[in-house]
């Protein structure tokens, strides 16, 4: 098991940063990719980053440019780092860990006012 806790979510304003984290504990060592996901209000989950084996990333075009993913040698802690915020970037932003199995947070809120 997996149990992932994301932080880091808030109010800002367009053109605005923030920085989410993921913190991860328990089995991480059969995980080989991590991503944000984020889900609007009406609106299907859609993948925000992921990061394969710590080296190969792939973006959402809407995020291109101005997000990045990371995460920490040991595999504890994903981020996800948001520049040049926009209102349509408003959502419930969730992190998941997947190998043989797949694990979700509980997400965070980022609101970003116009």
């Known amino acids: 098991q997996v149990q992932l806790v994301e932080s880091g979510g808030g109010l800002v304003q367009a053109g605005g940063s923030l920085r989410l984290s993921c913190a991860a504990s328990?089995?991480?060592?059969?995980?080989?990719?991590m991503g944000w996901y984020r889900q609007a209000p009406g609106k299907q989950r859609e993948m925000v980053a992921t990061i394969i084996s710590g080296r190969s990333t792939n973006y959402a075009d809407s995020v291109k440019g101005r997000f990045t993913i990371s995460r920490d040698n040991a595999k504890t802690t994903l981020y996800l780092q948001m520049n040049s915020l926009k209102p349509e970037d408003t959502a419930v932003y969730y992190c998941k860990y997947f190998g043989s199995r797949v694990y979700w947070g509980q997400g965070t809120q980022v609101t970003v006012s116009s």
């Open positions: 328990g089995s991480i060592l059969s995980i080989n990719g």
